[in-house]
């Protein structure tokens, strides 16, 4: 039951980021019109931020076991596997904005493609390029979490 709860909440957080993100997306190229940034320095801006948030769940993952080893009294012999309540929210949090993130990127990276080219074709092109691209990096992020923490062999 739990499985299929957390699907779901997968499914709707991944709705949510979308359809955020088309909002925020449009607010920034809103605000782009009044501010001396070009349309590819805001692409540039939310794509690093998007991969500097990538970053933070391990590197919270880090300081908080350092913070609890450090934390530990000289009596205690093992660690306690409990995670933390507001570790595991500030994971979500930065997870649901690395999603947004994402999806706004992906939203600048559309309107700059459609904005930058006159045929039709070459436009449609160009968005199945930026889906693949993204597509990509996906898969390339899902390749080195696995390579960093293998899953053991299944027994036969």
Request: glycine content about 4%.
């Given at each position: 039951m739990a499985g299929a709860a957390g699907a779901a909440i997968s499914v709707l957080a991944g709705d949510l980021a979308v359809a955020v993100g088309y909002g925020i997306a449009a607010e920034l190229q809103s605000a782009l019109a009044e501010s001396q940034f070009s349309e590819?320095?805001?692409?540039?801006?939310?794509?690093?931020?998007?991969?500097?948030?990538?970053?933070?769940?391990?590197?919270?993952?880090?300081?908080?076991?350092?913070?609890?080893?450090?934390?530990?009294?000289?009596?205690?012999?093992?660690?306690?596997?409990?995670?933390?309540?507001f570790v595991g929210f500030i994971q979500v949090l930065i997870s649901l904005a690395q999603r947004l993130a994402q999806s706004v990127a992906v939203q600048l990276l559309a309107a700059n493609v459609r904005a930058n080219s006159n045929l039709r074709g070459v436009r449609v092109l160009s968005l199945i390029a930026v889906a693949v691209f993204f597509v990509?990096?996906?898969?390339?992020s899902t390749l080195e979490r696995v390579q960093r923490h293998p899953s053991p062999p299944h027994p036969a």
């Open positions: 590819e320095e805001l692409i540039a801006i939310v794509l690093s931020l998007g991969v500097i948030l990538s970053s933070l769940p391990r590197l919270l993952g880090d300081f908080w076991r350092e913070a609890r080893r450090c934390a530990r009294s000289p009596q205690d012999e093992k660690p306690t596997p409990r995670e933390s309540p990509f990096l996906e898969h390339a």
